[in-house]
């Protein structure tokens, strides 16, 4: 099939309103694909046309390959029927876990939980990178009043902060002011031109501006503290690792006692022979 083709009917089908579910889009000897069945797991943004053009190929394909294994494998081999078996079983188990994941489990994870599993695993939480809290401005080098930017860069008053804020949405080629919060070194790195000893020095002290500029651009950075590589990870840092660590520990008893439960009732019913 033409992929000019393939567009043009697709056109027509994504923009009739009466689209009927089932529409036969591509077929090999007596099976059929339908849009339905192609667009079952499309991503939402992924392109319509070029994921439906790429599921026809595979579609295709599998067909092609299934009906010449056919000739050589028999569909009904009791070893194939009984993994077929256990895959469905499998599916119908982790599609009831998940609605009872979505319907009936508890997704609430207590600070203090939290707090204690990083207490207790700390040696899990070793930084890999160096880590920082800082603010980054980037501005033309031609740009006035420089003087007042720095100390606008270091400021703690509030007021001087939303002065900082309007000026970068102005003026700023890049910025960065939340200075709250742990990001990783390399993300500022990027952004800023300057030698390996210039990037050794700024992990020297905190609460520090450090400016560097080339034949464009200023670049003002102020560290306000920073965690070196081999440390600890700085409790903030790993919070929400930490929550989500936790949160698949929940689905995981929270299942397991569905299933003892279930298990037990089963038990104790007439329902379970072992011969």
């Not at 027509?12 to 009466?18: E, I, P, T």
């Not at 207490?119 to 160096?130: G, M, P, S």
């Amino acid at each position: 099939m033409k992929k000019s083709f393939l567009y043009l009917l697709l056109l027509v089908l994504f923009s009739c309103d009466s689209e009927e579910e089932g529409s036969f889009i591509a077929s090999y000897k007596d099976n059929n694909l339908t849009l339905e069945e192609v667009l079952f797991n499309k991503p939402l943004l992924v392109d319509s046309a070029t994921f439906v053009n790429k599921e026809i190929n595979r579609w295709i394909k599998n067909q092609v390959i299934l009906d010449k294994a056919k000739l050589y494998i028999d569909e009904n081999d009791k070893e194939l029927q009984l993994k077929v078996k256990r895959y469905k079983e499998l599916l119908i188990i982790n599609k009831y876990q998940t609605e009872l994941i979505n319907n009936e489990f508890d997704t609430t994870i207590l600070k203090s939980d939290v707090e204690e599993y990083y207490k207790n695993h700390q040696e899990d939480f070793i930084l890999h990178k160096n880590i920082v809290k800082a603010r980054f401005v980037k501005v033309n080098n031609e740009t006035l009043n420089l003087k007042k930017i720095e100390n606008l860069v270091i400021t703690k008053d509030d007021f001087e902060m939303k002065e900082l804020s309007k000026f970068c949405e102005m003026y700023a080629e890049n910025s960065f002011l939340n200075d709250s919060v742990w990001m990783y070194f390399s993300d500022f790195d990027q952004k800023i031109t300057i030698s390996e000893k210039e990037r050794k020095k700024i992990f020297s002290k905190k609460n520090k501006l450090y400016s560097f500029m080339d034949d464009h651009f200023i670049f003002l950075f102020f560290l306000k503290d920073y965690q070196i590589k081999g440390e600890e990870s700085p409790l903030p840092f790993v919070f929400s690792n930490i929550r989500e660590i936790l949160r698949n520990k929940n689905k995981q008893k929270f299942l397991n006692e569905i299933e003892n439960k279930l298990y037990n009732e089963a038990l104790s019913s007439e329902h379970i022979k072992i011969l």
